[in-house]
């Protein structure tokens, strides 16, 4: 198996190298890990792409690039530069410091460089990893998705249904907040929301008296409705969610035809 990995939170980020094992694990003895990262952070750029300016490219090492872009970005570098010779079966993008659960969904680079590797008909996951109080003081707070990660994903791979030709499926994997030996099982979850909790901005003035405004993150250890993704997340539980781009609210589409 060919494998291609991106991530959202840079090329040198210690999920990337948890990623680098489970794709290993996975590709196997004669199988191929590439890389194409982003030369820096891109957390939160969700599905960007560079559309206006060029993005420079960098081999670091055997199988192994940066580039300066978002991981939607990074994907199509690998599809069409990097390997374009021959295209790799599977896109992994993670692992992600941190949740991307519930409404993080939306916002997420991780997640973006899935998404694109589906809508170029590439097979795509994402992968996450909940912090909270039981893993941060880990050696590795990765633990639970070093552990069970290759597991997990084979298990999908076994249980695919056909992805289709238009909007294919991508999926959304969010390991739990404990340590690997702690992990409850898999469960198969819709995206949930967290009420009362959003994004928001916290004002600061830098010395010069000038005014920034930093992005706030909400409560991530508030739980979703029951049996969605962050609820069993929190219940210990690895979740998968299954997503295709397609943003078409289909369930009011009947309604709105009132007014053709």
């Not at 891109?42 to 490219?57: A, D, E, F, L, N």
């Not at 990074?74 to 790799?88: E, F, I, Q, T, W």
């Not at 992994?92 to 170029?120: D, K």
Request: glycine share 10%; with cysteine; proline share 7%.
């Amino acid at each position: 198996m060919r494998i291609l990995l991106t991530n959202d939170d840079g090329i040198n980020a210690p999920g990337l190298a948890v990623l680098e094992t489970i794709a290993a694990d996975l590709a196997g003895p004669e199988g191929e890990v590439w890389i194409v990262a982003p030369a820096f952070e891109q957390s939160g750029v969700g599905h960007c792409i560079s559309y206006t300016r060029p993005m420079m490219i960098a081999k670091l090492g055997e199988r192994r690039f940066a580039a300066e872009g978002s991981p939607a970005d990074c994907v199509l570098a690998g599809l069409h530069d990097v390997m374009h010779d021959a295209r790799p079966d599977l896109v992994l993008s993670g692992v992600n410091r941190g949740n991307n659960s519930a409404e993080n969904a939306l916002y997420s680079g991780t997640l973006g460089g899935a998404m694109e590797a589906a809508l170029q008909g590439v097979p795509a996951m994402a992968l996450s990893q909940y912090y909270g109080p039981a893993n941060l003081g880990l050696d590795n707070p990765f633990d639970a998705a070093a552990q069970h990660g290759a597991d997990v994903i084979r298990k999908i791979l076994s249980a695919t249904p056909d992805a289709g030709e238009d909007y294919r499926l991508f999926y959304n994997i969010n390991f739990p907040p404990v340590p690997g030996d702690a992990v409850r099982g898999l469960r198969a979850s819709p995206q949930g929301f967290r009420r009362d909790t959003q994004f928001s901005v916290e004002p600061h003035s830098s010395p010069s008296g000038r005014r920034f405004l930093w992005i706030k993150g909400g409560n991530q250890h508030v739980p979703t409705a029951p049996g969605s993704d962050a609820a069993v997340n929190l219940d210990g539980y690895v979740s998968v969610t299954p997503m295709r781009a397609d943003l078409t609210a289909h369930d009011a589409l009947e309604a709105l035809k009132a007014i053709e």
